[in-house]
């Protein structure tokens, strides 16, 4: 169902989309700004997943990933997710909220300075990505950064470094469901306000990874460009995935949408 009666949990100005067992926020671009910025200012915390058709299917493959990402707060990427809500409740998100583009419009639009904490990908990336941020947003600080490749028995040790530096923002890029299972599970040892996982944020910043044209991010077709580019990593999320996702899609709608 689409909620939309008044509900304190709600951010001001939105309402929320079920597909399955989760509730993905329809708030637009400026009302996620904003709720980042208050978010940061009252001290609130906030830990934030963007799902897009895979992060969905995932989570309704996946138990376990579901009950994490129902302790998160979630927002929309991508066709197949609008797609989803369409076909499900009738209705489209105000905005497509990837995380890609998500994140660099908080970065220069929030309004306040700061605090970030870079968690993933490899060094080298993970280094020209830091160096990009810190060029193009120099109203934030960069408190600190770690590449996101380390055993389960190191978490502790990674979630001190990070609280250490009391970071606003902690900005994670390992990919789902690694990165929302990390902050769930480590949420009390963080000390951070706000996080959010990025995915392959820090790829594109580094430039490792090309973006698609902005007309074919129009189009909605982003992941075909990426495909193309890495067809053998993506072959599965992508070939096999779409698939899957379009006959979950209509399992759920068959059903009622259950949750």
């Known amino acids: 169902m689409l909620v939309q009666e008044l509900d304190a949990g709600l951010p001001l100005g939105a309402d929320r989309v079920e597909i399955g067992p989760l509730e993905i926020l329809r ?7 904003s709720l980042f910025r208050s978010s940061v200012l009252l001290r609130k915390p906030l830990d934030v997943a963007i799902c897009n058709a895979h992060t969905i299917l995932t989570a309704l493959d996946d138990s376990a990933f ?16 609008n797609l989803a809500s ?9 905005d497509n909220l990837n995380g890609t583009d998500l994140v660099p419009d908080i970065l220069e639009n929030i309004g306040i300075p700061l605090r970030l904490y870079m968690l993933g990908a490899k ?14 947003y120099p109203l ?18 990674v979630c ?12 994670v890029g390992m990919g789902n469901p690694r990165q929302e299972k990390f902050l769930v599970d480590n949420r009390a040892k963080l000390n951070v306000t706000v996080s959010i996982g990025v995915g392959a944020l820090f790829d594109f910043m580094s430039g490792r990874v090309v973006r698609a044209p902005k007309f074919v991010r129009a189009l909605g077709l982003e992941w075909l460009f990426r495909l193309l580019q890495e ?14 996702f379009f006959l979950a899609l209509r399992r759920l709608k068959r059903l009622g949408n259950p949750t």
């Open 86 to 94: 369409r076909y499900l409740h009738g209705v489209s998100f105000p």
């Open 160 to 171: 001190q470094v990070i609280a250490d530096t009391n970071p606003d923002l902690l900005l």
């Open 123 to 136: 060094d080298d990336e993970l280094k020209l990505a830091k160096a990009h941020l810190e060029a193009r």
């Open 140 to 157: 934030h600080t960069v408190v600190g950064a770690r590449n996101g490749y380390f055993s389960p028995d190191q978490a502790d040790v």
């Open 27 to 33: 708030m637009d671009r400026a009302a996620v700004i």
């Open 231 to 244: 067809p053998k990593r993506l072959f599965q999320r992508y070939i096999i995935g779409i698939p899957r």
């Open 66 to 81: 579901c009950e994490t990402l129902q302790q998160m707060t979630l927002l929309n990427d991508g066709i197949g997710a």
